[in-house]
């Protein structure tokens, strides 16, 4: 009955938008999956589009409820974000995948980066930096392999924060992904201003591209990014034809079904072997 819980997350997330007595009670259940550790964290796979290989993965949040299942981040990340306790989640998934990412430093995959998504409560408290020293202390891998997502909107909202704010994250030698990338409305100016590395396109954009037709806003956005030397991952890849696409205009990296979905620790390993052998 462990992974029956689609349905049920479903009705859990239909019934929170008009009961608040469900609310309360999703609340109460997110503070003790924090105490009890249900949170896990789910891999998935980055293909370098120049290499053909998988050197990164990122981390996705998964809930395992003991009586409703699995439930997805889009059923309990939206409470998590309103009631705060995304950043307690948050840096519970931090710690797991710097932990995971040390490992399988040790196990000859070859040179594996990870990427954690960092919530807009996490950017306005003022312990990220500790929090991200800590993980990186306590796990012993290298900065350089850890990336932190943010989003554009998170960021906006006050230019010299986080300008400021970034280049101190940045001074512990982690990079940093603009996730989300075309939703907001960044200028070019502004880009120009902050300290990343990595663009990353809304799926949305690259979903335009499914049957392999261009899309305006894709080659405007690796434009862009050639320009100001970023690296671009395409999120939502679904298809080959999006995929030899995005290859064709020099997309650095490709996220999605296609590739694979978020899996478990033992899987994605298999799929890393399997895909970067020989
Ligand atoms: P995101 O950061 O934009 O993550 C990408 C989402 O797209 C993931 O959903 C992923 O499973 C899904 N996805 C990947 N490939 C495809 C594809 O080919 N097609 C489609 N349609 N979807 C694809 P997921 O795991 O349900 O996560 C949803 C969102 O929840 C994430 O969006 C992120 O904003 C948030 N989230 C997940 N884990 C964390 C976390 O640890 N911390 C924070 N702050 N947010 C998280
Ligand atoms: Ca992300
Ligand atoms: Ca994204
Ligand atoms: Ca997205």
Not at 184 to 213: M, N
Request: glycine share 6%; proline share 4%.
């Amino acid at each position: 009955a462990r992974y029956q819980g689609g349905n049920n997350a479903q009705f859990f997330h239909q019934r929170l938008a008009t009961q608040p007595v469900a609310r309360m009670q999703m609340e109460k259940a997110m503070r003790s999956a924090i105490t009890q550790n249900e949170f896990s964290v789910n891999y998935q796979p980055k293909l370098n589009l120049r290499t053909g290989r998988i050197d990164s993965v990122e981390a996705l949040a998964r809930w395992i409820h003991p009586e409703n299942g699995l439930i997805d981040p889009q059923d309990f990340i939206p409470l998590a974000e309103e009631t705060g306790l995304i950043a307690a989640i948050g840096e519970q998934v931090l710690n797991k995948a710097c932990l995971d990412a040390a490992e399988w430093r040790e196990q000859n995959l070859g040179e594996i980066s990870i990427s954690v998504n960092i919530s807009g409560h996490q950017v306005r408290r003022d312990d990220l930096y500790d929090v991200v020293h800590n993980a990186l202390c306590q796990s012993g891998l290298p900065a350089v392999y850890l990336e932190l997502e943010l989003t554009e909107s998170m960021l906006m909202e006050d230019i010299h924060h986080a300008q400021e704010f970034l280049n101190r994250l940045r001074s512990l030698g982690v990079r940093l992904a603009l996730d989300d990338f075309g939703t907001g409305y960044s200028s070019l100016s502004y880009l120009k201003r902050l300290p990343i590395d990595t663009l990353k396109i809304d799926k949305s954009f690259v979903a335009e591209a499914r049957q392999g037709a261009p899309s305006p806003i894709v080659e405007a956005i690796l434009a862009m990014a050639d320009s100001l030397k970023l690296k671009v991952v395409a999120e939502g890849v679904e298809t080959k034809e999006q995929l030899s696409y995005l290859e064709r205009l020099g997309c650095d990296y490709a996220q999605g079904y296609l590739i694979s979905h978020a899996l478990p620790t033992a899987e994605v390993l298999t799929l890393i072997r399997h895909t970067n052998l020989d």
